[in-house]
């Protein structure tokens, strides 16, 4: 009996720099204009809801930084290449 032939097939190709950075660019600004609402929301709103803004004012930066940082992790070589198994013509 033969060998069987291994298949490999790349699944999923990374976007590129200028993609990922753009996108990254996008999400933080969104972020900041939402910061900048609750700033704005924080002097125009009744005292019990305005502490909710001031809070989402103050902690607003520092998930942005998070979520805008979060994406493209480096991949070592060969991580990107699954190995199929071929399909039996039984």
């Known amino acids: ?4 032939d291994e298949i490999f097939d790349i699944t999923s190709a990374p976007k590129g720099l200028s ?3 753009a996108a990254r660019q996008k999400r933080y600004f969104i972020s900041m204009m939402v910061r900048t609402l609750c700033f704005i929301l924080t002097v125009i709103l009744p005292s ?3 502490w909710f803004a001031l809070v989402g004012a103050v902690f607003l930066p520092y998930i942005a930084v998070v979520v805008a940082n979060a994406g ?4 070592g070589p060969g991580l990107s290449v699954m190995k199929k198994k071929p399909k039996s013509l039984s």
């Open 72 to 75: 493209r992790e480096t991949v």
């Open 48 to 50: 019990p809801f305005r």
């Open 19 to 21: 993609a990922d950075q």
């Open 1 to 4: 009996m033969a060998k069987e």
